[in-house]
């Protein structure tokens, strides 16, 4: 019904920044929440503990809110037309963080989308995520139509491919559903399987201790000597989705001047990189979301790729 409710919250998400949106009923997950306990049984999940201790919430929504009725996901376009090639050094870094923080970006545009609920109906109550908290974002974006787990894992759209950040407003109320996205357009497809330098990839699976991104955002303190497995990356890794064919297709360049990278990612050498002190980091990634690996992580990073020729993949 295009008068109603729901179709006015689709039409003011899209209004207030995001590209892709869908609604879902909230309902028990019994088979993601047994992939995620095999997956975290058989230490997938490294040393990321957080996802271990909230186990029971991320793969059942009902324990996270206990009243919630459905489900809005919004996807969001972050793919600037850059390309690693336009990057100065040898050093790689993923394009999600080439900008500001999506986590900042994306709650802003949900809470305003709650607000204007809230305005019609002050009793709604409704809780804003947006990677952080314990609900499986892609689960919640296939359910909602807005596409589906690619192999690499991440959800792939047909229309922007994967580029997109995911986030949520989990409501109380009941509204009208959109159908889940059903198809697997992978199809026969291994492109990001094979390209992996790490092998951290099983098919719709990812062993995270051995993925790049994990290794070089994720993994506190020291590293073993993997010089060679992190493949001059130094703040996570694209490699899987650069590869991949929808991305190459499908990609849009967004208009979104915060998503574009900052200058200093672009025209930085290697030794500006290894000059990088923590004063430094703290100007250059103020209100970014390289924030997470503290300056210690950063530096760690680059002190690991140092002198490491720039292989070809
Ligand atoms: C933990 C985490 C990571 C970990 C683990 C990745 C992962 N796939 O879980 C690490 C640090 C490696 C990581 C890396 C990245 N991440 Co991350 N990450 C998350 C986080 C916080 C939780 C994901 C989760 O629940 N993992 C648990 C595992 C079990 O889930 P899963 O891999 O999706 O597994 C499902 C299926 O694969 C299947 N499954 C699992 N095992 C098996 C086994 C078999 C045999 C089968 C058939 C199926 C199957 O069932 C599972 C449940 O449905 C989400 C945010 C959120 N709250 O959801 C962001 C999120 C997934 N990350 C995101 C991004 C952008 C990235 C990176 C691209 C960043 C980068 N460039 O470096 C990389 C991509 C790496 C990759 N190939 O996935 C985005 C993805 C957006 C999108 N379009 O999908 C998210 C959604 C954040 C956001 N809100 O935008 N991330
Ligand atoms: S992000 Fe990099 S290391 Fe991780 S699965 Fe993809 S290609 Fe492999
Ligand atoms: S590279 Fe191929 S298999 Fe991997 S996610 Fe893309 S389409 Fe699917």
Not at 23 to 48: D, F, R, S
Not at 189 to 196: E, K
Request: with cysteine; aromatic share 14%; proline share 4%.
């Amino acid at each position: 019904m295009k008068t109603g409710l729901s179709y006015r919250l689709k039409t003011k998400a899209l209004k207030f920044g995001f590209q892709k949106v869908g609604i879902t009923q909230a309902v028990p997950t019994p088979k993601e929440k047994a992939n995620l306990k095999i997956w975290l049984a058989q230490g997938h999940h490294g040393t990321m503990e957080w996802i271990e201790k909230r186990k029971e919430k991320r793969g059942d929504i009902f324990n996270y809110f206990p009243n919630a009725k459905s489900i809005i996901s919004v996807g969001m376009n972050y793919f600037s037309g850059y390309k690693q090639e336009n990057i100065q050094s040898d050093y790689k870094f993923s394009n999600y963080a080439w900008g500001d923080d999506y986590h900042d970006i994306l709650k802003s545009g949900l809470y305003k989308l709650l607000g204007w609920l809230k305005d019609k109906d002050p009793d709604v109550k409704g809780f804003v995520c947006v990677d952080t908290s314990p609900i499986m974002d892609k689960v919640w974006a296939q359910r909602a139509g807005l596409g589906w787990q690619g192999k690499h894992t991440n959800l792939i759209t047909r229309d922007y491919g994967s580029w997109l950040f995911l986030g949520e407003l989990i409501l109380d109320i009941t509204l009208d559903y959109d159908k889940p996205f059903a198809d697997d357009l992978c199809g026969s497809c291994t492109a990001c399987i094979d390209v992996c330098p790490t092998k951290a990839l099983g098919e719709y699976e990812i062993y995270a201790e051995k993925c790049i991104s994990y290794l070089t955002i994720e993994h506190r303190g020291q590293l073993p000597d993997v010089r060679s497995e992190l493949y001059n990356w130094i703040y996570g890794c694209d490699i899987c989705q650069e590869i991949c064919p929808w991305n190459q297709k499908f990609s849009r360049k967004t208009d979104k001047k915060y998503f574009h990278p900052r200058e200093e990612i672009i025209t930085w050498t290697d030794e500006n990189w290894q000059a990088l002190d923590e004063e430094g980091f703290r100007k250059l990634f103020k209100g970014s979301a390289v924030k997470r690996t503290k300056f210690s992580g950063l530096s760690r990073n680059i002190k690991l790729n140092e002198g490491f020729t720039k292989p070809d993949v």
